[in-house]
T-cell receptor, first 114, second 112 residues
Framework: AQSVTQPDARVTVSEGASLQLRCKYS??????LFWYVQYPRQGLQLLLK??????VVQGVNGFEAEFIKSNSSFHLRKASVHWSDSAVYFC????????????FGKGTSLTVIP | DPKIIQKPKYLVAVTGSEKILICEQY?????MYWYRQSAKKPLEFMFS???????DNQTASSRFQPQSSKKNHLDLQITALKPDDSATYFC???????????FGPGTRLLVL
């Protein structure tokens, strides 16, 4: 069965600290992996995506994620968070072509303390 | 300017009634989707449409009917509403064959 697990429902960090949000997936076939962010009262916005190549992929606003195939993981990282990074972060997996179902994790709510 | 518009933002309905959730996208995409996010559950894919034709229906009952009057519109009609239908419904769109979907802000539905 296809699924995505984000084990941390809530994460709180201080501004300037480093961040890692965890994501593990279960997917038969070659996965396309995504991180989306949802700011309050807004839609989901794409942060980054990975399909192949360098397992460390760079996204917007200084975010990056590392694909570790052996661990079925795609953790999101940021070296130094800002208060404006407070949002809900979703990890997702799909087959990568047009009409394909995205499988989402439950999301991790990040609070950055100024 | 928002590229994907969902209306209304909030909706309260009584059990047994019927509601229509509106979605319009201005990204020039030909594929559109509906997802549902219930409390404490991940977003669940419901439908995909391409060029105004249904491509996939994963989890939705027949009470949920997408309606596409224009290629940039994909409304969601829900009949015989139940309290379990309470959720946030997200519309998304993409170019067919592309890997990235773009999401609207969602409509939060509460069925009493």
């Amino acid at each position: 069965a296809q699924s995505v697990t984000q084990p941390d429902a809530r994460v709180t960090v201080s501004e300037g600290a480093s961040l890692q949000l965890r994501c593990k997936y279960s997917y038969s076939g070659t996965p396309y992996l995504f991180w989306y962010v949802q700011y309050p009262r807004q839609g989901l916005q794409l942060l980054l995506k990975y399909y192949s190549g360098d397992p460390v992929v760079q996204g917007v606003n200084g975010f990056e994620a590392e694909f570790i195939k052996s661990n079925s993981s795609f953790h999101l990282r940021k070296a130094s968070v800002h208060w404006s990074d407070s949002a809900v972060y979703f990890c997702a997996v799909s087959a990568g072509t047009g009409y394909q179902n995205f499988y989402f994790g439950k999301g991790t709510s990040l609070t950055v303390i100024p | 300017d928002p590229k994907i518009i969902q209306k209304p933002k909030y909706l309260v309905a009584v059990t047994g009634s019927e509601k229509i959730l509106i979605c319009e996208q201005y990204l020039g995409h030909n594929a559109m989707y509906w997802y549902r996010q219930s409390a404490k559950k991940p977003l669940e894919f419901m439908f995909s449409y391409s060029y105004q034709k249904l491509m996939d229906n994963q989890t939705a009952s027949s009470r949920f009917q997408p309606q596409s009057s224009k290629k940039n519109h994909l409304d969601l009609q829900i009949t015989a509403l139940k309290p379990d239908d309470s959720a946030t419904y997200f519309c998304a769109s993409s170019h067919p064959g592309e890997d990235t979907q773009y999401f609207g802000p969602g409509t939060r539905l509460l069925v009493l």
